[in-house]
């Protein structure tokens, strides 16, 4: 695989063949039933998927608790194997997941191709592949690769192993991007890639049927691509990120419940300032986040996922929007106002954006 830069390799996520994806999307939902397509969010009369539409929104994530074998193909030696188990071992301290060493069947089989560059399947998308091929690649891999340089490689395909898909494939981030900026950026050399490569590994956004985790989008991730201005609609870079973010270790504990960060208790009622957008998420079913505003009339306005609702009241209690979700935006009178954002479905964390702004 080619490289974005001379000295920052691109990965690139392996994608399971078009005739294996609704066998694999079965095999995603018996290792983890939450993985499957919220259907129960169907538009009522909306017709019956097909299965190949229904596979596109099943999820990859292994169930909590998992313990992943783990084969290595091409002998590596005992350092080499512990160096690469450690970095993986280190997604552990925040995701309830685990990483095992196995001689024999493997979950995760694990390459050191030359040429070959740095690749993972999704999930357990990693179940469709027949032994004995591998099933994440890190080329040439040796130890006296740098210490960053593994950190930021094997974690980086470590997320990819447990189910994370690449951070700038997010629709925000997605939208920043100056579609002939990247075709001519990796269209030169040395990545020489397609028109039709640049649009699935960098301009296709991920379903948010598909994650989990679903808070605002991280520029700074370590499953974030590095893109220079060219790239960018503004012309300024994308940094990507080099090792584990803040964000990125809440988001594995969210992912992957019991262990890691507490997750942190309900925030409770919120004021909002006119004029001012809050960011946020919900994790868990059935959880109120609550503000409180002072409108000097407007509008409340506000962006949730389909597993979310908000409601908007008056200071007397009136409902001026009860169960609205997707993009809400409702007149306000002046006075108070309180907003309401809950979790209505029975997984998932879902981000939201609510404001009270005067247009």
């Known amino acids: ?42 538009a009522p009369g909306m017709p019956l998927l097909e299965p190949s539409h229904l596979a596109a929104l099943t999820g990859t994530f292994w169930a909590a608790g998992t313990t992943l074998t783990v084969r290595f193909l091409d002998g590596p030696t005992a350092g080499e194997r512990a160096a690469i188990l450690s970095h993986l071992r280190a997604l552990s301290e925040f ?33 469709s592949i027949p032994e004995p091929m591998p099933t994440m690649t890190l080329d040439s891999f040796t130890l ?6 593994r950190r930021r490689v094997i974690r980086h395909e470590g997320l990819h192993a447990i189910g994370f898909v690449h951070e700038h494939q997010r629709r925000a981030i997605v939208e920043l991007l100056d579609p002939q900026g990247c075709y001519d ?8 890639w397609p028109k039709r490569m640049v ?3 960098v301009l296709t956004w991920t ?29 300024q870079p994308i940094p990507g990120g080099t090792d584990l973010t803040d964000r990125d270790k809440a988001t594995l504990a969210k992912a992957y419940p019991g262990r890691g960060p507490v997750a942190p208790p309900p925030l409770g009622r919120q004021r909002l300032e006119f004029g001012v957008e809050v960011e946020d998420s919900i994790s868990r079913p059935g959880e109120v ?29 009136r409902r001026l929007i009860d169960q609205g979700t997707g993009a809400v935006r409702v007149s306000v009178p002046q006075g108070p106002v309180r907003i309401k ?18 247009g």
């Open 341 to 358: 954002v809950k979790h209505t479905y029975a997984r998932g964390t879902a981000a939201y954006r609510v404001g009270c702004v005067a």
């Open 185 to 192: 950026y990796y269209g030169d050399p040395p990545n020489l």
């Open 199 to 201: 649009d699935a590994q």
């Open 95 to 127: 995701a309830n997941i685990d990483w095992e060493e196995t001689s024999g069947r493997a979950m995760i089989r694990i390459a050191r191709t030359p040429g070959r560059g740095y690749s993972s399947y999704v999930g357990t998308q990693n179940l």
């Open 144 to 149: 006296a690769w740098p210490e960053g340089e």
């Open 207 to 235: 379903p948010d049927e598909k994650l989990w985790y679903l808070d605002p989008a991280e520029p700074h991730s370590l499953a974030c691509y590095q893109f220079p201005g060219r790239c960018t609609k503004s012309r």
């Open 1 to 42: 695989m080619s490289t974005a830069a001379p000295d920052v390799p691109v990965c690139m996520p392996i994608s399971l063949p078009a005739d294996r994806l609704v066998n694999a999307a079965k095999l995603a939902v018996q290792a983890n039933p939450a993985n499957a397509p919220m259907l129960a969010l169907a």
């Open 289 to 317: 986040d609550e503000f409180d505003a002072e409108a000097p009339g407007g509008f409340i306005r506000a962006t949730t996922t389909p597993i979310l609702q908000i409601g908007v009241f008056s200071g007397d209690g």
